[in-house]
T-cell receptor
Framework: NAGVTQTPKFQVLKTGQSMTLQCAQDMNHNSMYWYRQDPGMGLRLIYYSASEGTTDKGEVPNGYNVSRLNKREFSLRLESAAPSQTSVYFC?????WGPGLSYGYTFGSGTRLTVV | GNSVTQMEGPVTLSEEAFLTINCTYTATGYPSLFWYVQYPGEGLQLLLKATKADDKGSNKGFEATYRKETTSFHLEKGSVQVSDSAVYFCALSPIQGAQKLVFGQGTRLTINP
């Protein structure tokens, strides 16, 4: 099925460990996003990529890095995991980038990360 | 700046009850407006959208009307089912600046049989 695929679905890390969350979309979308979802906090944007070759910080970028590997793939890296990064992480994509557009996002099913 | 405010949850209703989840927004001009739904253990799915004033978005029995005069986009359903239990997010797409969806905090809905 077409859509956004995230791996892994679950992960437990020890404090200080590193890992990369993978995201791939097969809809030929130009823009991709990483969000975290915490209880009572809604969705917060970590990083986004308006188009292949570009990345920008969102609301909560500290402790994360991203790579837009190609048009399909957008990865999120935690270099030294902390308990505060325990969260559910969602990748999303959209057709285009620009003001006034009515494109919605397509979301992946999420990665549930626990840092102990 | 751009912001979305949703009614606080959780909301608990009985099956076949009428549902309203309030959503108001702050933005310049006429942003596009969206409702997303998140079922347990899943990602967000687009439920409906409206792109200009007085537009009505609808899907799966849910409706929302874009009201510019009250800057609102309330979600309604005439008769809810147990399967509608989920978290609902209101969002807007600004017309100026970066094309990033701005989400409300989400409203958890539980429908009891």
């Amino acid at each position: 099925n077409a859509g956004v695929t995230q791996t892994p679905k679950f992960q437990v890390l020890k404090t200080g460990q590193s890992m990369t969350l993978q995201c791939a979309q097969d809809m030929n979308h130009n823009s991709m996003y990483w969000y975290r979802q915490d209880p009572g906090m809604g969705l917060r944007l970590i990083y986004y990529s308006a188009s292949e070759g570009t990345t920008d910080k969102g609301e909560v970028p500290n402790g994360y890095n991203v790579s837009r590997l190609n048009k399909r793939e957008f990865s999120l890296r935690l270099e030294s995991a902390a308990p505060s990064q325990t969260s559910v992480y969602f990748c999303a994509s959209s057709e285009a980038w620009g003001p006034g557009l009515s494109y919605g996002y397509t979301f992946g099913s999420g990665t549930r990360l626990t840092v102990v | 700046g751009n912001s979305v405010t949703q009614m606080e949850g959780p909301v608990t209703l009985s099956e076949e009850a009428f549902l309203t989840i309030n959503c108001t927004y702050t933005a310049t001009g006429y942003p596009s407006l969206f409702w997303y739904v998140q079922y347990p253990g899943e990602g967000l799915q687009l439920l409906l959208k409206a792109t200009k004033a007085d537009d009505k978005g609808s899907n799966k029995g849910f409706e929302a009307t874009y009201r510019k005069e009250t800057t609102s986009f309330h979600l309604e359903k005439g008769s809810v089912q147990v399967s509608d239990s989920a978290v609902y997010f209101c969002a807007l797409s600004p017309i100026q600046g970066a094309q990033k969806l701005v989400f409300g905090q989400g409203t958890r809905l539980t429908i009891n049989p």
